[in-house]
């Protein structure tokens, strides 16, 4: 990715988001005013006092709207997610992951379902979950992605998850109705990955949605791998050998992995550099064609199709990937389809930058028809009320206080360029 000097990643981003996010970015990065937020973030998520329920607060519903959800979400409603939507594809996303909000969060004791579930009627949790869904695929286009998190579907969902069950009939009959509602539209799902007691069954019951629905090169349904756990080699393998021998399209989504607070820490990396290695070893596998911790000589030729959506922040592992698929393109290798994506309010300068590298890609090679070798660029937002938001909110602040070094950069990124345009 190189640099124009007269043009900068970020000047593309409107000067309202840009001042947001400035303030957002500096309170984020200073542990002294971020320690106090996070505590009231937490606080917010736990807390049953009315005077920290923001539904019935309405100073505390206005101070989180229009601060920490503006800056991550996309909107409470379909106006305005439809707006957030078409002001990023504005700025040169190739389209957005929506998703929403809703989720449970399991405790230690995975027996416990967090109380927002209770006093639900099980049924009405799948109906609404569904609905929900459908309702997020009414905001989004062809080529957007939706994200499906099966915790959203309340305890019917659940319970099977943690026996290890099949997919029980509600739930199946929900998820069927929104595959082919998405594929009708042309939107792709991903199906979020969650924790470790739950997430063997999320993986056997998506593999079962891919083997249905990815018949064609690009896939409708993707998995989640998270590379941060011991297995994730050994778990992307298993998903090749079996796209490969049953002769359906793989699409993974690979992430590092959120649930590093909420999980058995002994099936995680012991250290943040064994998880980044298996991130990329995995990312670069699938983009040349091989399987993990395998030298690229031995690619097979009883490969699936695969498609890959790289979700991070990290600088080094999108650069990485980018380096080792533009190889392939520009030299006539077989790869794969790649995209990658940030979330909303997050490594803004990571996504402006792959913004850029596509413009000034698309600027020297007017009307070439061959394949690009800059990944499509997309950002993730979330939607729905603040009260539906706020554990997915809560795990976004905890990322950043995980990442304060990063967070820095990204506000310095976003000052320099405040400056740049007051001062020219
Ligand atoms: C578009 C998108 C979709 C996502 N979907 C999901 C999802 O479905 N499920 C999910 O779980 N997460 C999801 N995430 C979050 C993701 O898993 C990461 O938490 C987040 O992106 C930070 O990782 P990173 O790759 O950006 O890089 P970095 O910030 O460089 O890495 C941070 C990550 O490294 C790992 N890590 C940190 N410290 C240690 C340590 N001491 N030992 C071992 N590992 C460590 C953790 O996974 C931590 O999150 C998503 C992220 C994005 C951008």
Not at 165 to 177: H, K, L, R, T, V
Not at 388 to 417: P, S, V
Request: proline share 4%.
């Amino acid at each position: 990715m190189t640099l124009s000097k007269s043009d900068t990643p970020l000047s593309v981003m409107p000067t309202g988001i840009l001042l947001r996010s400035v303030v957002m970015t500096s309170v984020m990065s200073s542990p002294l005013l971020f320690r106090p937020c996070l505590a009231l973030l937490r606080k917010l998520t736990e807390s049953k006092s009315l005077l920290f329920d923001e539904s019935r607060n309405p100073i505390l519903k206005a101070l989180l709207r229009h601060t920490v959800y503006a800056h991550f979400n996309a909107g409470i409603n379909k106006e305005e997610v439809i707006k957030t939507v078409k002001e990023l594809k504005r700025i040169g996303f190739k389209g957005v992951n929506l998703g929403y909000g809703r989720e449970i969060v399991l405790g230690t004791n995975h027996g416990q379902q967090n109380t927002a579930a209770q006093g639900h009627n099980d049924l009405q949790m799948v109906e609404e979950w569904k609905q929900g869904t459908l309702q997020t695929l009414e905001m989004i286009g062809p080529g957007d992605f939706t994200a499906i998190k099966f915790t959203g579907a309340g305890p019917i969902a659940m319970e099977a998850m943690l026996k290890g069950q099949n997919m029980p009939e509600p739930i199946s009959n929900a998820i069927n109705e929104v595959c082919e509602s998405a594929a009708r539209q042309g939107v792709r799902i991903w199906i979020d990955a969650e924790q470790q007691a739950i997430q063997h069954t999320i993986d056997s019951w998506t593999i079962d949605l891919m083997r249905k629905y990815n018949r064609d090169r690009a896939p409708l349904v993707y998995n989640t791998i998270q590379g941060y756990l011991k297995g994730a080699r050994d778990n992307t393998t298993r998903h090749i050998k079996l796209a490969a021998a049953e002769g359906w399209t793989l699409g993974v989504k690979l992430v590092r992995g959120a649930y590093i607070e909420h999980e058995d820490r002994s099936l995680i990396h012991d250290t943040k550099e064994d998880t980044d290695r298996s991130y990329n070893d995995i990312a670069s596998a699938l983009i040349e064609r091989r399987l993990p911790q395998q030298p690229a000589s031995e690619a097979s030729e009883n490969y699936p199709q695969v498609a890959l959506f790289l979700a991070s922040h990290n600088k080094d592992s999108v650069r990485n990937a980018m380096r080792i698929y533009r190889q392939r393109v520009e030299s006539g290798q077989p790869t794969i389809i790649l995209e990658t994506g940030q979330l909303q309010g997050m490594a803004d300068e990571v996504s402006y930058e792959l913004l850029q590298a596509d413009r000034e890609w698309s600027a020297a090679n007017s009307g070439a028809a061959t394949t690009k070798p800059i990944p499509m660029a997309y950002k993730s937002l979330v939607w729905g009320t603040v009260a539906e938001c706020m554990h997915f909110l809560h795990r976004r602040a905890i990322e950043n206080r995980g990442a304060a070094t990063r967070t820095e950069r990204m506000a310095q990124a976003l000052r320099q360029e405040l400056r740049r345009r007051v001062f020219g």
